[in-house]
């Protein structure tokens, strides 16, 4: 059973700085995406960076620029970087495992960590 453990969130001030991390374990096979969702109250999660394990990244707009991804594809762990924060950062901020694996046909499968707070006050 794969599992995703976050840590690093807490409670920061606009234009401070923050580091998540995240430490995967169990099934984890060569190719992969591994990357940080967020979900602030009320609104739907959405991406805010990921990283292949051959490290290709992809950053949502809102934090291009002043977040980092960065991974250890021998200790299956990932980092977010984000600095100047903005009270719109403020979310819980999950980490995410997406894979494939063969059974009859190609399977997807798109593990989740249990999520850290992060607050950004203002």
């Known amino acids: 059973q794969v599992q995703l453990v976050e840590s690093g969130g807490g409670l920061v001030q606009a234009g401070g700085s923050l580091r998540l991390s995240c430490a995967a374990s169990?099934?984890?096979?060569?190719?992969?995406?591994m990357g940080w969702y967020r979900q602030a109250p009320g609104k739907q999660r959405e991406l805010v960076a990921a990283i292949t394990s051959g490290g290709n990244t992809n950053y949502a707009d809102s934090v291009k620029g002043r977040s980092t991804i960065s991974r250890d594809n021998a200790k299956n762990t990932v980092n977010l970087q984000m600095n100047s924060l903005v009270p719109e950062d403020t979310a819980v901020y999950y980490c995410n495992l997406q894979q494939w694996r063969w059974a009859a046909t190609k399977v997807h499968n798109d593990y989740w960590g249990q999520g850290t707070q992060v607050t950004v006050s203002s």
């Open positions: 169990g099934g984890i096979f060569s190719i992969n995406v």
